[in-house]
Nanobody, 121 residues
Framework: QVQLVESGGRLVQAGGSLRLSCAAS????????MGWFRQAPGKEHEFVAV????????YYADSVKGRFTISRDNAKMTVYLQMNSLKSEDTAVYYC??????????????WGQGTQVTVSS
């Protein structure tokens, strides 16, 4: 049974930083591309970042490029999202997901429960 458990979300002031973690289990972690998504109130899920199986390739949404960094530790079966220079518009529930190959499309079934990030201005 695949499980993805996010953590690290909290209330932070604009301009601050957070690191989110997503611990995976029940899958051969280093065989999968992993991604982060977010959903703000009243909005659709939005792609944030994707990382390749080895961690050597990353891709970001324009809205976070230069501020967020996705990384992974395959030995710990964990993917991270370092978020710097946070803005109020980054406020959302952040989810990690197993990706449907390289790109911005997640699988339908493998998502975490989400972690709330709130940025106060």
């Amino acid at each position: 049974q695949v499980q993805l458990v996010e953590s690290g979300g909290r209330l932070v002031q604009a301009g601050g930083s957070l690191r989110l973690s997503c611990a995976a289990s029940g899958l051969t972690f280093n065989s999968y591309y992993m991604g982060w998504f977010r959903q703000a109130p009243g909005k659709e899920h939005e792609f944030v970042a994707v990382i390749s199986r080895s961690g050597g390739l990353t891709y970001y949404a324009d809205s976070v490029k230069g501020r967020f960094t996705i990384s992974r530790d395959n030995a710990k079966m964990t993917v991270y999202l370092q978020m710097n220079s946070l803005k109020s518009e980054d406020t959302a529930v952040y989810y990690c997901a197993v990706m449907d190959g390289w790109g911005t499309k997640p699988t339908d079934d493998y998502w975490g429960q989400g972690t709330q990030v709130t940025v106060s201005s």
